[in-house]
């Protein structure tokens, strides 16, 4: 098992930065891949950021070059610096984390953090 626990959310004026952090704890040995999704209201969870272990990383195209991710070598932490934040970047964020188990794969999800945009 692994717990996630997000924090850095909070109000921001549009144009502001957030940083959001995920500390993971438990089996972290089992991690090879981090990453953030958001919900918005009315809609459906979306993905923002992915990390893997050797650190490649994937984004969502509404957030290339705004927001960026990254993590602590020993995979126990995960970051999403938010940039020229947007009104409608205002979700929860949720950290996300996939391990491997052999045979099992398994998906571990944060208690989620909220992120408002407004002026």
């Known amino acids: 098992q692994v717990q996630l626990v997000e924090s850095g959310g909070g109000l921001v004026q549009p144009g502001g930065s957030l940083r959001l952090s995920c500390a993971a704890s438990?089996?972290?040995?089992?991690?090879?891949?981090l990453g953030w999704y958001r919900q918005a209201p009315g809609k459906q969870r979306e993905l923002v950021a992915t990390?893997?272990?050797?650190?490649?990383?994937n984004y969502a195209d509404s957030v290339k070059g705004r927001f960026t991710i990254s993590k602590t070598s020993a995979k126990n932490m995960v970051y999403l610096q938010m940039n020229s934040l947007k009104p409608e970047d205002t979700a929860v964020y949720y950290c996300?984390?996939?391990?491997?188990?052999?045979?099992?794969?398994?998906?571990?999800w944060g208690q989620g953090t909220q992120v408002t945009v407004s002026s």
């Open positions: 996300y984390a996939a391990g491997e188990i052999w045979p099992n794969n398994y998906d571990y």
């Open positions: 438990g089996s972290i040995f089992s991690i090879y891949a």
């Open positions: 990390i893997t272990e050797s650190g490649d990383t």
